[in-house]
């Protein structure tokens, strides 16, 4: 079995052609496909309308190649596009593979591993709190089974896509006589995306236990995973996961590392994520090393105590640039500055995901040895 | 005969306490304070009106210390602010001054030079033309004997303000029979920051002799200064330039050093110029070493070809943030990351300024030996 | 032969549910559909990508109905979306839709007509030329003619898309030895909205002969056509057309009136188009007539003298805003007030489209009589 | 007494010239006034910096002229400023002046009559909170005993600038043992806001007694004043009033009058308003009436359903552009309109300030007999 990332640019969102092609010249056998992860050039914002017309389109050729309607696709490949190229950053999308057989013993090496699992749609009245953290945990559970990961360690990065309460969902639950935890949506986002954090860190054994729980959601940030990604949105009614780990049942030429890392600034943990791989960039990665990296991923935020290292910054308080946007801007630069290459994958709203005001960075690679 | 530079933090565009506490201490004479740099927390476009703001509460803040009309003092100091502080950038200036006497005798080891120098009026018509070019590299010259510095490899960093075509200055032309070279505001700018670095460019000695003048600006982009920093604008009527560089008839215990950047990606250039004053930064630079830092002064911009290493930026098109904005979230990102400390000065709009698509950076720090 | 509009709503630039609820339950045959014109919820800008969002799922939605593959929609239907619903502007679209034989003899009644042309492509080097304002006449004249219209003031109404030059387009102009206008393609897309609206005027007679062409362009802003509307963009390569007149050959419930709007104050121009129909709105038509209401289409600028009526306003000179947002959501405020409706299709870049600084409002709606 | 207005432009926000300009010449005298309401080209956000650079910028000219220091006038003066002038707005000012001696008995007439209060400091604990709405309502009443006013009914406009809670106010509330009411200070401004239009409308009889105080917050919509206009902002301590009525103990020109706005499309409103002063508006104000008009006031804010009159709107998702700014641009630009002039005061956030949705306006015109 052998996972692979094709990491490959989009001239707008809508742009395909570069995946269609390596369809249509056999390179990638379109039923080999089990996830994407792409950065679109929208706002990043609830009005970023890029996500889906990527989406949309994507589907649509894949249901074209695929002889499936590309309803039945979207419930079965996760999509998890984060908008937003601010600053250097290059809009792309690195589609995973899967091909061949499991091994039957594990081997010496350990390749990329690729899992995925849909938990059940999640009730309006559970996002939020305990159920919706235990419901990712066990959802991340069986996406490490389907990755053949057994241990916890060897997960690097979990991307989740979690439902939020709407307006319609909150009627929906007070028909039924539940309550939600609130009725303010973008708040349900960002109290869902801490469920989803917290339920990665509890899946991988990050907390202690017992742990509070649903008080502890946007509450306590001492709290949090160093391998969870999670966004929210309106456009799902489950918990979607992608789990990327590296196993010795796995037989490919790609391995994953990851890094927390503590704030904006924190280029050491840049550094470090690549030197995990072999990778050495002091202060750049060269021409060759680069030529190994399939996919950089990145999870940061604006410190919410408004200042870094003792500076102000001015993020929060801007009515003009949204924060999020601002420091997927100054990170990205930071990151694609070490690697040289401004294709990284970077997204905000980083709550109980890394330290609190840093984030995390994974990075997978090819095998300096098979290289 | 010595310069310092102080570098203080801003709660707001008019707060300039931290050096009124300096005067009333008396660690800084305001009568020595010979020129200010200095990044607010504007948008950095034309309707940015931070950096009106705190100059006019500096200048009041000054006039009352040193009993002279702030009037005056606008036409004395030279105060270039940079609007923007996108992504971890933080609100801040830096205070350079002058005290004691010029040594007759150049010493052993060189240190840190300020000059100042304000040319004459520029006629509308001779903005953005052959004419503008020579004037400004006649007051670059003066600013460097008035900052005893002999040969242009001695000099860093110079920073040029110098006056746009408004609409009013063009109907003057006009009125006198003669014509100016764009009436369009914005492109005028862009001219007049071309014509100036290009001048600071033939007083360094970086341009072959004869070049071809005005037909270069904004067309021939591979003639450049890697040690100008210009900016345009409709407040003032005459070039107003700072040349920063070392010298040995000065006694401090700063220096500055600088490299051009190739391009928004070019961390070496960064990690160079630290190097340079005897700073590590493999990954990021100590505790130790960053307090010997009191300015990091960059210029960069998006590059016009649309694309950064072969990879596509979506900077140009955005309608919603400005690209300048974008650029400098980006590469003040990559620079405070580096550094580990978000007081970076950086300023788009770098034509001519630096290789085309990237700009330059200076550092001003405490020689190793004294610190 | 009968025209008929459809007003609807869309939750987000992808929901095409009111149109295709009216399709399936019958009130609207799908082949029936001639033209839409709409209004989506992005930037208005480059980055705008809810126009081409929207266009794939109307003509996927279309392509299902219809059984022809969508690309031919693409080529037969003129669908011109303007971005932008600033303010309180709602998102929506007007479905155009043509039934029945025209009359063998004009009735007594003139009733709303639509016409719909495609030029042949039009080489880049001739994209904001002489060429160009004449290939637009001559394919109004085609629409003028597939409307059964005789007469120029028949027309009220004449929306054009039209190619603007990118980079490619110049290349390959350049490769055969011609020269493109500019080869700045925000530039561009002013020239041929220029180009644009003079071939409107041309064919409609709406300038005196023999007028200078192309040096008019941009240039000479008193030439103008008060029914002109038109869009530029990179996915087109040829002229499309839409003519909405009367016509007393087609026998339908609605009619079509215009006024040229002086200014962004001009609300009396607003209260004579809806007079023109029969409506009252003094201050603000009342429900009955509202329900007659089926399309309100303006176009409008922001003043590029900077001033209205003597008092400066600030939309030039905004880098947070674009000022075709800010003018779009003000008219569009006036607009809205005076119909009682936020449902008002209005659209930025008027060069030549009604007075300098103005703009143009036409209104469809049901003849009273009928009603 | 006669209170006079004088509306006048500003070129940037620290041009005070045209103010500077009266007084000189000895129309107005500089003692006179005792209140300024302005708007501001800044975006009216958090981080608009506009209307602090006006203020200082004014108080310092008044303070040269009068001899007393600006940091005193800043107490007796109350200077309300709205940044954003959102599309067709033009920046401009309303000098409020008061000379004379009051009447002794009320005359037949009534005339503008002006009143102003400044609070007690109000403390953090307090904001927000049933003491604050009382000590609004407080303070009103002596700014309508200030102006001569008995009786509610004539007051048609009253300005609050009230403070919030800020992270400092907010240690200092928790140091004495008290807790504040929120420490998210941007939710204080709004409950800040709620409060002082409930303390207004309290103080003119508005409320239903007893009514619930404090809970009816931001959640008791269907409670509000039709008079209110409240901003809030860390730069004040205590509660500003300014009180604009009618009294027949005041001899001057003008009169004011005020009408509540049931939504952004409410042009009826605008038109009543106007006529209550006798002037017309079908649809435009004329020239001469417009000449009379010396200030107008509105405040209004974007539906919190996301529905105008049915419609959907996209003001509250949008991440690129703050909801107070696009209604301020449609709302500016239709009362522009029917006014015919571009010099409206508009400000957002209108809390319990009229109709929910919607808001108010009032204008103050010279009195026809008089004109």
Request: charged letters at 20%; a neutral charge; proline letters at 4%.
């Amino acid at each position: 079995m052998r996972a692979d990332a094709f990491r490959l640019p989009m001239a707008h969102p809508s742009d395909v052609s570069a995946l269609e092609a390596l369809v249509v010249q056999g390179s990638v056998a379109a039923d080999s496909i089990v996830a994407i992860i792409g950065k679109t050039e929208g706002n990043g914002g609830v009005n970023d309308f890029t996500r889906g017309y990527f989406t949309q389109t994507l589907m649509g050729m894949l249901a074209r190649h695929l002889g499936e309607p590309a309803r039945l696709l979207l419930e079965r490949i996760p999509c998890v596009l984060s908008g937003g190229t601010e600053g250097v950053l290059s809009p792309h999308y690195v589609v995973l593979t899967r091909t061949g057989e499991s091994k039957r013993e594990p081997g010496k090496t350990a390749s990329l591993a690729v899992g995925t699992a849909m938990s059940h749609p999640v009730s309006p009245e559970d996002i939020g709190r305990s159920a919706h953290i235990h419901g990712v945990a066990t959802a991340v559970r069986a996406a490490m089974h389907d990755a053949r990961i057994d241990a916890a360690r060897d997960v690097h990065f979990v991307q989740i896509k979690c439902p939020c309460i709407t307006a319609a969902r909150a009627e929906a639950a007070k028909a039924r006589g539940k309550t939600v935890i609130t009725s303010d949506s973008n708040r349900s986002m960002a109290i869902a995306r801490a469920a989803g954090a917290l339920g990665v860190a509890l899946a991988l054994g990050e907390l202690e236990q017992p742990f509070d729980g649903e008080p502890a959601l946007l509450q306590n940030f001492s709290l949090y995973s160093t391998r969870a990604s999670v966004s929210s949105g309106i456009e799902v009614d489950r918990n979607e996961v992608i789990v990327l780990g590296n196993s010795r049942y796995w037989s490919g030429p790609l391995q994953i590392a990851h890094r927390p890392m503590r704030d904006a600034l924190d280029i050491g943990a840049i550094v470090d994520v690549l030197h995990d791989l072999g990778i050495g960039a002091l202060p750049q990665v060269g021409a060759e090393d680069r030529s190994r990296l399939r996919a950089v991923l990145v999870k940061c935020e604006p410190d919410r105590r408004g200042h870094i290292r003792g500076h102000r910054h001015t993020m929060l308080d801007d009515t003009d640039i949204n924060a999020q946007r601002h420091v997927r801007g100054a990170v990205g630069g930071l990151v694609a500055g070490v690697v040289g290459d401004t294709r990284i994958f970077i997204s905000g709203g980083a709550e109980h995901q890394g330290p609190d005001g840093g984030g995390l960075i994974a990075v997978i690679a090819q095998i300096a040895s098979v290289g």
